[in-house]
């Protein structure tokens, strides 16, 4: 593994990351036990869905990825979910049980049919959600895993990894821990010099400056152990426009209806940041390749076209920031820590504590998972969705997941901090009728049913 993956394995020991990934496939006619016969020969012809973490002994390096066959309890049916919503329901209990990377770092789950999934027509589909460990892959990583899984061509087989032989990785973790703590001394001074350099730079204008820290707000609450989930589905377009992505597009709608959810209650949104992760630069070295990055939502701008102008300005200039040769230097130095020191730093962090300050009141994840050409059970890919997990001050997440020409907004929360689910899906669809609205700066898209 490298160290971000380690990461990533060693915090999903703490507290739940897995990812979900929800396909609909439309017009579907297979028994859902033909169905995982086929994904699991596809799987096994996959490299990621051929393999689990082995530690090394002594905890002397980074956990290794090792060869592992896939097996039918990986893939779990629920033929007795015959409603979209029940199919959320059953789905908001199932993302609290992480899945064991030691022995698979995936699970999909199958609901169907379903008669009333979003866009069908009343069709019957069949939903496959890809669930995966965070350190097995980020989010496009796990797209295009889920694209080789439901591809119409067949798999092309990747190389194997090696047998895990324990003993030999011991071996070389000894030999090489004076190096790593050698080249850890020797990355940390760049690093530090590139800081002070990013210092300079922002004092001189040069880059933008660090986003302040803003007020905790209900939706930073603590979740409780239910998870309430919910899923807009629109076309791409209404969250298109001049100069507006549909990730610009969709965190417009998200202001206008958390805003409004807000101050219905009596709190003041004005406030209100998401917190967005973004692709790093560059080739990925890494399975997991992002970052997050705090983005104003600018609720002081009325006008909906000039908020969405503004946050696509704040996203930019985070992205300026985030690009500064400093963010480089820092993971080449994160990349030189040995592993036992990684490890610590982990294992002792609390991650219970909440901050007198957020950079973001929400998470946006946003994904476009490519061309709408994925097939499964006879049926074809109607629309996607993705549910970003809760943490212990962020208790409300957002997928923004497009593939062809429809895009999913999803939200995944928790009675404790959102009891009222339905009323802030009811906001949130509205909201994108009034954005697509704005952007066409014309009244015939408005109303136009664009949410399903």
């Not at 969405?308 to 996203?315: C, Q, R, Y």
């Not at 993971?331 to 990684?342: E, F, G, I, M, S």
């Not at 929400?362 to 499964?376: H, I, K, N, Q, W």
Request: charged share 20%.
């Amino acid at each position: 593994m490298t160290s971000s993956d380690a990461q990533s394995y060693w915090i999903s020991r703490r507290i739940p990351t897995d990812q979900f990934l929800l396909y609909c496939f439309v017009d579907s006619t297979e028994p859902l036990s033909t169905v995982r016969s086929q994904l699991l020969t596809r799987a096994a012809a996959l490299g990621d869905l051929s393999t689990r973490v082995r530690e090394v002994p002594g905890r002397l390096d980074l956990p290794h990825w090792v060869p592992a066959a896939p097996g039918a309890s990986s893939i779990r049916l629920h033929e007795n979910v015959g409603t979209w919503r029940d199919c959320l329901n059953v789905l908001g209990e199932l993302v609290l049980d992480q899945v064991d990377a030691d022995e698979l770092p995936w699970r999909i789950h199958l609901f169907g049919p379903l008669m009333d999934a979003p866009g069908s027509g009343g069709a019957a589909c069949v939903v496959a959600v890809l669930q995966v460990s965070h350190a097995l892959a980020d989010g496009r990583r796990a797209s295009a895993i889920a694209r080789d899984l439901f591809a119409e061509r067949p798999p092309t087989p990747t190389r194997p990894l090696p047998p895990w032989r324990p003993g030999w990785a011991s071996a070389v973790a000894l030999a090489r821990l004076p190096l790593q703590v050698g080249r850890m001394l020797v990355r940390a001074r760049p690093a530090h010099l590139a800081y002070r350099q990013l210092e300079r730079d922002t004092a001189a204008g040069l880059v933008p400056a660090k986003p302040a820290g803003g007020p905790l707000l209900p939706t930073n609450a603590a979740p409780d152990d239910t998870r309430t989930l919910a899923a807009v589905v629109v076309p791409a377009a209404d969250l298109r426009g001049p100069g507006v992505s549909v990730t610009v597009g969709a965190m417009t709608a998200i202001s206008l209806a958390l805003g409004r959810y807000l101050d219905d209650r009596g709190v003041d949104p004005s406030a209100l940041a998401a917190e967005v992760t973004v692709a790093k630069p560059g080739k990925p070295h890494a399975r997991n390749h992002f970052r997050n990055l705090a983005v104003e939502l600018h609720l002081e701008i009325e006008d909906l076209a000039g908020r969405a102008a503004a946050i696509a300005g704040s996203l930019r200039r985070r992205r300026v920031r985030a690009d500064h040769p400093s963010g480089v230097a820092a993971d080449r130095a994160l990349d030189a820590v040995p592993a036992p020191l990684l490890r610590h730093g982990i294992e002792h962090f609390d991650f219970t504590a909440v901050p007198d300050e957020v950079t973001g009141h929400t998470v946006v994840s946003s994904v476009d998972r490519g061309p709408a050409d994925l097939v499964l059970a006879g049926g074809r890919v109607g629309f996607t969705a993705g549910f970003p997990a809760l943490s212990r001050f962020m208790g409300l997440t957002h997928g923004v997941h497009g593939i062809g020409d429809r895009v999913t907004i999803s939200v995944a929360t928790s009675p404790s901090v959102v009891p009222d689910l339905d009323t802030y899906e009811r906001l949130l669809c509205d909201a994108v009728a009034e954005v697509a609205h704005a952007l066409r700066a014309g009244g015939d898209r408005l109303g136009s049913g664009a949410c399903s």
